[in-house]
């Protein structure tokens, strides 16, 4: 089991920049893959991002291609997403995930332990 708290939201003007950071406890985080989703108010919950469980392999949602990165970093047990080029209409609660089965391919079915989630808000 792994614990997740992720952090780094908060408001930002359209076309600038976040970096949002998840902390995992536990001793087994490099064997999960670990993804970063969005919901709206109002919307279903979508997937933005994922990385494999080294890091090699990743996968983005076609609306974020180009402008948000995700990485991990498996000595920290900390997994990131910088996001630039912000748009009001991402403007939502992000939450950090981990896939025990090492998924990447943005299934929320796959995702078994999730953060409490971290408020961005993208507006003039």
């Known amino acids: 089991q792994v614990q997740l708290v992720d952090s780094g939201g908060g408001l930002v003007q359209p076309g600038g920049s976040l970096r949002l950071s998840c902390a995992a406890s536990g001793r087994t985080f490099s064997s999960y893959a670990m993804g970063w989703f969005r919901q709206a108010p109002g919307k279903e919950r979508e997937f933005v991002a994922a990385i494999s469980t080294s890091g090699g392999s990743v996968n983005y949602a076609d609306s974020v291609k180009g402008r948000f990165t995700i990485g991990r970093d498996n000595a920290k047990n900390t997994v990131y997403l910088q996001m630039n080029s912000l748009k009001p209409e991402e403007t939502a609660v992000y939450y950090c995930?981990?896939?025990?089965?090492?998924?990447?391919?943005?299934?929320?079915?796959?995702?078994?332990?999730w953060g409490p989630g971290t408020q961005v808000t993208v507006s003039s």
């Open positions: 995930a981990a896939a025990p089965g090492g998924s990447i391919a943005g299934r929320i079915a796959d995702f078994r332990f």
